[in-house]
C-alpha cells in the first residue's frame, strides 16, 4: 500500500519540482490521517430497501422508465395466469407497468444474489487457507473497497472485515427477494427503486469477491503492466491433453495449477478456460508478472463450440454462465465432467471422500459421466492425472468429433431450404444460403457465421433433417478458428490511487472527455468484431477504455492493421487513451469504485456511508458511460442497474430490450434539465447529457455518437466541452453521415465550439437557430440556453446547497 508521509515544506514553492499538489491538501497524507482518526460518515450507512428511496425517486423523476414486457402474462402465483394486456390488474391486483418492473428488479436481484454467491463461496474458501486476519492488499490505495465504504462506511482491511459487509449485502438480497413476492409492492416506481438498490448492492458483493481474490491469490494489484495472456479457440494446442474449465469462481483451479506447476505438467497438458474463471485463472500468480499458466479459450458463446470440436479431454465446471447441457454433450465425447461447487451438480455422485484411484477407476472406464468434487486439494490432484489418462483413451478409442469433409458436404446436401433454423436462431444468421455455399463447395459464409453465431443450438432442435448445424459451421470455419489467437491483458484490479490523481482533475474538466467502459456478456447482435471497433475508436479519441468480462476477452481477438491487438498498442494505465482490463465480471465493481475514487481523491469528498452525495457529484460531474453490447445473463442487468443508480449511463445491445425496461429521459422536457447551484441554492440550466441511465443501442453506428454525447456533464469546462462536443460531431458525421440534431444545444459560449470548425458552426447558429454572432470578434452575443460558469456547482441535492 502506497503512504504519504506528513511534514513540512522548509523550501519555496518555486523550488519544487515534479511535486503533484491538489489544492488544499496533499491527498494521501489526508487520508492516512483519516483513516487514523475516526471517519466521519454520511448520512446512508448500510441502507435499508427504503433509505435511499429519494435519490431513486430523484432521478427516476428524469429518467423514466420505459417498459418493454416480453409478455404480457403473469404467472407468478396460483391466482393466475393473469392476462395483464392493455394494463390491466391481475388478480392481486398487480398491473402491467409493476409486474414489469418486478421482473426486471427479480432480474437485478439474481444477478446481484449470484455475485455475492460467488464472493460468500470464495471468502469462505479464502478464509479456510489464510485465517480472517489476511490483510487486503489491491495495490497502490488507500480506499482499498470504495463501494464497500461508499454503502456500508466500513474501510475492510482484512477477510474478516468483509465477512461481515457480506452478511450485510446478503440481508438485502434477501428482503429485496421477499419483495418480489404476490402481494407485497403495488407501486412500479418502488419496484425501480428496490432494482436500483440491488443494483448498487451488486456493486459491494462483487468487490468482495475481487479484492478477496486479489488478497490472497497473487493477482495483479492496480497494475498497468500486467502480463498478456493467450486467447481464443486457435491458441489451443489439441495435439496435448487438454483439460478446460468453464465458469466464474477460481477457486478450484487453484489447485490445479498448483499441482501442475509442482509436477512439472505445465508443458505437458493444455489448460484453458471459458467465460471468467478463464480470465481469473490467467491472474492467478501474475502479480510479479509472471507468465499466466493458463490460455483463455473465450466466452460463453464458445463453450459449445470448444467442446464439439471434441479438443477437451476433461471438463471442469464451477459456477454461473455455464450451458446446463455440458455434461450431456460432454458424454457424447466420452470428456469426463468434474463439476466443484454446489450451484451446478448436474446430478452426478458427490465424489468428494472417495479415494482418487476410485474416481479415477470409474471416470477412465466410463462407468460414471463425471463426479462432483468439493475437496479442491484431491481436485488438484485428480484433474490432471485424469487429462492423461482421457488423452489417451481417447485417442485410442478414436472419438470423432466434427464431421469429415465427405460428411461435410453430405450434410450440406440434405438441407432442405425450410429456413426453421433461421426463424429459432436469436440473431437470424443466413444458415440456408450458407448450406447452398457449402454444398458448392464454398466454405466462406459460414467462416463468417462462426463469429457472429453464439453457439446456442436453437437450430438444431429446429432442423426437421436433424443437421448438426453447429458442427457444420464448426467444421467449415476450421482455417478461420485455426487464426483465432489473440492477447488479452491479465485483468489488473482496481485503479490506484495515483492514477486518480493524475486523471481526476482531466475527468472532471472534460478534457479527457471520458471512461468509456465495455463490459458484460457475448451476445452480441452482430459479432465480436463490433467491441474491437468501438473500443478502437474511442481509443483514437483520447477516451479511457476500460474493459471486463467477456467483452475484455473479444477484445484481444482481434488485431490492427500493423499486427497488434489494441492490449498491445494502448498503455493499460487510466488516463486519456489508456486501455485496462479490471478482469473478471466482478471486477466491474473496479469500474464505479474509479468513480468514487474520483470523487474521494480529487474533490475530497467524504464517500463513507454517503451515497446519495457521491451520485449526485458522479451524475452530474464525471463523463462515464458503460457499454453492455452483448448482455445477456441476470449479472449484466444488475452490472448496469448498479451504475444507474450511481449516475453513469449504460447502453446495451439490442438484445437488453429483453430485460424489459430502460430509464430514458425526455430531453425536450426543460424543467427536468435544471439542478441547483450549490453555492446558492439557485437554479441552473443543464444540458440534457446524459440522456438516459439505461437504453438499448441497435447498431453500433446509432451507438458511437451516443457514446460521446453521454459523457458530457454539466460541470465541464470550455475546453472540456469543447472536445466532446468536437467527438459527438464527428462521431455522428462518421457512423451516421449526418450533423447531431442537438449539438447547439450544448453550446455555452463561443470556446466551446470545435475549434477547426469554429467560424462554420457559428454560421449555422446564426443561420438556422438565430443566434446573434458579433463576426468581427467571432463571439456569441446571445442564444445559448446556459450560460458557462466555470465555479458552478450542480446538483440535484437541494441539501448540500448552502442557501438551502
Ligand atoms: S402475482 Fe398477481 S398477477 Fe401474477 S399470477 Fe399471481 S395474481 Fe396474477
Ligand atoms: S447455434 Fe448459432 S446459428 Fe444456431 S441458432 Fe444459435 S446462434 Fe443461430
Ligand atoms: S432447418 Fe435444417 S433443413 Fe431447414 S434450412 Fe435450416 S439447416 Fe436447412
Not at 216 to 241: N, Q, R, T, V
Not at 663 to 683: C, F, T
Request: net charge negative.
Amino acid at each position: 500500500m502506497s503512504e504519504l508521509t506528513t511534514g513540512k515544506f522548509s523550501m519555496a514553492i518555486s523550488d519544487l519540482e515534479n511535486v503533484q499538489i491538489t489544492i488544499n491538501n496533499i491527498v494521501g497524507a489526508i487520508e492516512k490521517e483519516a483513516d487514523e482518526i475516526d471517519v466521519e460518515m454520511g448520512p446512508t450507512v448500510k441502507p435499508g430497501v427504503s433509505s435511499l428511496r429519494d435519490w431513486d425517486h430523484n432521478i427516476l423523476e428524469r429518467y423514466n422508465p420505459v417498459y418493454t414486457p416480453m409478455c404480457d402474462q403473469c404467472c407468478y402465483c396460483t391466482f393466475g395466469p393473469c392476462d395483464l394486456s392493455g394494463n390491466k390488474e391481475g388478480a392481486c391486483g398487480i398491473d402491467l407497468a409493476g409486474h414489469n418492473a418486478r421482473e426486471f428488479m427479480l432480474r437485478v436481484i439474481t444477478g446481484a444474489a449470484a455475485h455475492s454467491g460467488h464472493g460468500r463461496h470464495l471468502l469462505h474458501h479464502l478464509i479456510g487457507l489464510y485465517g480472517k486476519d489476511h490483510p487486503l492488499d489491491v495495490g497502490a490505495t488507500n480506499i482499498i473497497a470504495p463501494n464497500v465504504q461508499l454503502v456500508t462506511g466500513v474501510s475492510p482491511k482484512t477477510l474478516g472485515d468483509l465477512d461481515s459487509v457480506l452478511s450485510y449485502v446478503e440481508e438485502q438480497i434477501t428482503q429485496l427477494l421477499a419483495a418480489v413476492h404476490v402481494g407485497q409492492e403495488g407501486a412500479s416506481i418502488d419496484f425501480e427503486s428496490k432494482a436500483l438498490h440491488g443494483g448498487m448492492i451488486d456493486h459491494v458483493g462483487m468487490e468482495i469477491s475481487d479484492i478477496a481474490q486479489i488478497s490472497c491469490l497473487d493477482f495483479p494489484k492496480s497494475d498497468d503492466e500486467a502480463p498478456l495472456a493467450d486467447i481464443g479457440m486457435g491458441c489451443l494446442d489439441a495435439s496435448k491433453p487438454t483439460l478446460i474449465v468453464i465458469g466464474h469462481n477460481v477457486a478450484a483451479v487453484t489447485d490445479i495449477i498448483d499441482y501442475m506447476e509442482e509436477k512439472g505438467l505445465n508443458d505437458k497438458i493444455e489448460l484453458g478456460g471459458l467465460c471468467c474463471t478463464a480470465l481469473d485463472m490467467t491472474r492467478y500468480k501474475t502479480g510479479d508478472r509472471t507468465l499466466p499458466r493458463a490460455k483463455v479459450v473465450g466466452t460463453l458463446a464458445k463453450e459449445l463450440k470448444t467442446i464439439r470440436s471434441g479438443i477437451p479431454d476433461v471438463i471442469i465446471v464451477d459456477e454461473q454462465c455455464i450451458r446446463a447441457d455440458v455434461l450431456k454433450e460432454a458424454s457424447k465425447l466420452m470428456i469426463p465432467v468434474i463439476t466443484t461447487n454446489d450451484k451446478v451438480m448436474y446430478g452426478l455422485k458427490d465424489r468428494s471422500n472417495d479415494s482418487i484411484e476410485d474416481i479415477l477407476e470409474d471416470l477412465t472406464t466410463g462407468k460414471e459421466k463425471g463426479a462432483l468434487m468439493f475437496d479442491y486439494v484431491k481436485l488438484g490432484e485428480l484433474a490432471p492425472r485424469l487429462t492423461m489418462m482421457m488423452s489417451e483413451i481417447r485417442k485410442q478409442k478414436g472419438i470423432k468429433a466434427l464431421p469429415t469433409d465427405e460428411e461435410l458436404k453430405e450434410l450440406a446436401d440434405k438441407c432442405v431450404h425450410c429456413l426453421k433454423c433461421e426463424v429459432a436462431c436469436p440473431n437470424s444468421l443466413p444458415i440456408s444460403e450458407a448450406m447452398t455455399a457449402l454444398s458448392e463447395g464454398d466454405l466462406s459464409n459460414f467462416e463468417v457465421l462462426h463469429d457472429q453465431c453464439i453457439a446456442c443450438g436453437r437450430c438444431e432442435f429446429a432442423c426437421p433433417k436433424d443437421i448438426d448445424i453447429v458442427n457444420v459451421i464448426e467444421k467449415s470455419s476450421q482455417r478461420v478458428i485455426s487464426e483465432e489467437v489473440g492477447k488479452v491483458r491479465v485483468g489488473r484490479g482496481p485503479i490506484s490511487d495515483p492514477e486518480i490523481r493524475e486523471e481526476g482533475v482531466n475527468l472532471v474538466l472534460g478534457t479527457t472527455p471520458g471512461i468509456v467502459a465495455l463490459v458484460g456478456c457475448s451476445n452480441y447482435p452482430d459479432g465480436t468484431r463490433d467491441l474491437f471497433t468501438i473500443a478502437d475508436e474511442m481509443l483514437r479519441r483520447s477516451y479511457i477504455v476500460v474493459v471486463s468480462g467477456c467483452s475484455a476477452m473479444d477484445l484481444g481477438m482481434y488485431k490492427g492493421e500493423d499486427g497488434m491487438t489494441l492490449y498491445e498498442k494502448y498503455p493499460a494505465r487510466f488516463k486519456s487513451g489508456g486501455l485496462l482490463n479490471t478482469g473478471s465480471c466482478v471486477s466491474n465493481a473496479h469500474i464505479t469504485g474509479a468513480v468514487i475514487k474520483v470523487a474521494s481523491i480529487f474533490a475530497q469528498k467524504n464517500i463513507s456511508g454517503n451515497y446519495e452525495e457521491i451520485a449526485d457529484y458522479t451524475l452530474n460531474r464525471v463523463g462515464a458511460v458503460g457499454v453492455a453490447w452483448g448482455a445477456y445473463s441476470q449479472k449484466a442487468a444488475s452490472i448496469g442497474t448498479g451504475c444507474s443508480r450511481l449516475g453513469i449511463p449504460v447502453i446495451l445491445g439490442p438484445h437488453g430490450s429483453k430485460y424489459r425496461r430502460a430509464l430514458i429521459a425526455k430531453p425536450y422536457e426543460e424543467d427536468k434539465w435544471s439542478v441547483y447551484d450549490a453555492r446558492n441554492g439557485s437554479k441552473m440550466q443543464i444540458p440534457a447529457a446524459p440522456d438516459y441511465l439505461l437504453t438499448t443501442a441497435e447498431t453500433v453506428e446509432e451507438m458511437m455518437p451516443m457514446l460521446a454525447k453521454s459523457c458530457i456533464r454539466p460541470s465541464d469546462n470550455n475546453m472540456g466541452r469543447m472536445i466532446k462536443l468536437t467527438h459527438y460531431i464527428e462521431l455522428s458525421q462518421k457512423y451516421l453521415g449526418i450533423m447531431p440534431e442537438d449539438w447547439y444545444k450544448f453550446v455555452r459560449t463561443e470556446t466551446d465550439l470545435p475549434l477547426a470548425k469554429r467560424e462554420k458552426l457559428l454560421k449555422i447558429l446564426e443561420k438556422e437557430h438565430g443566434w446573434e454572432i458579433d463576426w468581427k470578434r467571432k463571439k456569441i452575443l446571445s442564444g445559448p440556453a446556459m450560460k458557462s460558469d466555470v465555479s458552478a456547482q450542480p446538483t440535484n441535492l437541494k441539501r448540500l446547497c448552502k442557501e438551502a
